[in-house]
């Protein structure tokens, strides 16, 4: 390794190399910071599949307090309002600072960003970039810009394995690169590790984002909060390719409409149709195909012959597939696709741990409740990299005192987790299925094999989930259809998860309501 690990002592790590851990490493310069990204840049960011693009209200009929709004009713009463409107009126800004950056993002003739719509939004407020390759044209930004920053010390094929902690407050981050063990002595981290998505057999995020940023801070004491409601996108290509392509939401804010093999818009009779909030749409594909049919995105008469210059990336992969979008129509089923919980974090992106924040999907903000809105995680991550990077330049480093090098834990798979996860925390859930699921999970978690990390994820996210005796948002049951009239967060430690998990696994029916707090 060329970087010398004694100049590096006492640096803010930022653990990701996606839009959010990015961002926190630009606005920290010009103060030095070491960025560990476990693969090259972008290679396993779920930011560079994004294609919808960035909320923000920057047209002439829009305000922030409409966006609120549409954010308020998609999250299904569990949004944190004043955190939810901080963001939002950040988020202009940060449409700006990213072209600041040199994102080249659509723009119309006469110079203003060119708007699209996309589901539950009440205004056209979605700034995008070469039509459907928003999220690509931001990481290709934002790492150009991070492979020029002088104070970025970047490293490339470094994984954290681990946080060391003492009373509460990080020491540093035991890491490997290929086989060598590294300890970075810091006491400022930042966890921006992206999604969950790669728990799952089917899911639009790339394989490698399994909540390895979840098990770090979970096993470092951390409370995480809101881990049952994942968001399943209703529109992904139902193919053989994994991660399952997606099919933005802005291709039904352009008129396109939900089919089934004989041609029947099932969605028609629904409120807001194919543009109801994305978890109407995922049960409504998923409870179609569970009747025996087969669901397709139609796209012929609306967008229609303009789809192939809207949507290049995606005409790319369905022409592969033997579909001209233009007059076929696509193949679609529900997939993992966003993950509404993570890491408990405040204002500034502080989590419960002295010295840890957190960022982008990983985080846990309260702006998207049960369900998010489209186009706001990107908006998101950019706005609070911003924040965390004030807030970890705001705390001056103290002496870090990692202590001797633990032992280090073997690479995670989450191979046997994904069938397991995919059978009980799908987009219909019941208390049968959950238990089940825990009973499996926790002897993997309490192991050391590869599995340990991925199950540790896999069955915090079950306890909350079998807690919560409700439907709210990403999170449905069959056997608890109706929403509790006071929406409440969850929040766990990995002790109260397996304290849990421990009671499920030995009685028939245990009580979890302390679950949810």
């Keep these: 390794m060329s970087v010398d690990l004694a100049d590096l002592v006492g640096r803010p790590v930022i653990i990701g190399g996606g839009a959010a851990g990015l961002m926190t490493a630009l606005q920290l310069a010009p103060e030095p910071v070491v960025l560990l990204s476990k693969s090259p840049l972008g290679a396993e960011a779920s930011s560079m599949w994004a294609q919808g693009g960035l909320a923000a209200a920057v047209g002439d009929d829009d305000a922030p307090a409409l966006h609120l709004a549409d954010t308020i009713a998609a999250g299904a009463g569990l949004c944190d309002e004043a955190s939810a409107r901080r963001i939002i009126d950040a988020a202009p800004a940060a449409v700006d600072r990213l072209a600041q ?5 659509d723009r119309e003739a006469d110079g203003r960003w060119r708007l699209g719509l996309e589901a539950a939004h009440s205004r056209n407020r979605i700034v995008h970039a070469t039509g459907d390759g928003t999220g690509r044209e931001i990481m290709r930004a934002l790492i150009a810009a991070v492979r020029r920053c ?9 994984e954290a394995r681990r946080l060391i902690v003492a009373d509460n407050a990080i020491q540093g981050v035991l890491a490997v690169r290929g086989d060598e063990p590294l300890v970075l002595a810091t006491t400022r981290v930042v966890i921006a590790t992206g999604g969950i998505g790669g728990l799952f057999l089917d899911s639009t995020n790339p394989s490698g984002c399994f909540g390895q940023g979840l098990a770090l801070a979970a096993r470092a004491g951390a409370v995480l909060s809101d881990l049952e409601f994942v968001q399943f996108h209703p529109t992904a290509f139902d193919g053989p390719s994994r991660p399952l392509p997606l099919l933005t939401e802005a291709i039904r ?6 089919i089934d093999e004989t041609g029947t818009r099932f969605m028609a009779a629904e409120p807001g149709a194919e543009l109801a909030p994305r978890d109407v749409v995922a049960r409504a594909v998923w409870r179609h195909r569970a009747a025996g049919h087969r669901t397709f995105l139609d ?18 992969f369905c022409r592969m597939a033997g579909i001209d979008p233009a ?3 696509i193949p679609v089923r529900p997939a993992v696709h966003y993950h509404m919980g993570g890491i408990a974090v405040d204002a500034m992106g502080r989590s419960t741990v002295d010295g840890l924040w957190a960022c982008g999907e990983a985080g846990r ?17 950019i706005v609070c990299a911003q924040w965390v990077a004030k807030s970890v330049a705001g705390s001056p480093p103290r002496a870090a005192k990692p202590g001797e090098a633990a032992a280090i834990p073997v690479a995670s798979d989450p191979a046997a987790v994904r069938p397991l996860l995919s059978d009980t925390l799908g987009v219909l859930r019941d208390r049968d299925r959950m238990t089940v699921g825990i009973r499996s999970l ?6 050391a094999e590869a599995a340990a990390d991925p199950a540790l994820v896999g069955l915090m996210m079950s306890v909350a989930a079998l807690a919560r005796e409700e439907s709210r948002g990403g999170h449905c049951r069959t056997d608890c259809p109706d929403m509790q009239p006071l929406a409440q967060t969850s929040r766990l430690t990995w002790s109260s998860a397996v304290a849990a998990a421990r009671e499920i696994a030995e009685t028939k029916r245990p009580s979890l309501r302390s679950v949810v707090a």
């Design 101 to 105: 950056l040199g994102v080249a993002f």
């Design 150 to 158: 002088p104070s970025v010390t970047l490293l490339e094929g470094v």
């Design 253 to 258: 804010g352009d008129g396109a409409v939900l």
């Design 299 to 316: 796209a012929r008469e609306k967008p229609g012959a303009a789809f192939a210059a809207r949507y290049p990336v995606i005409t790319a």
């Design 327 to 329: 007059v076929d129509p």
């Design 365 to 381: 903000t309260g702006l998207h409740g049960a369900n998010r809105l489209a186009s706001n995680s990107l908006m998101e991550a």
């Design 442 to 447: 926790l002897p993997l978690a309490l192991g």
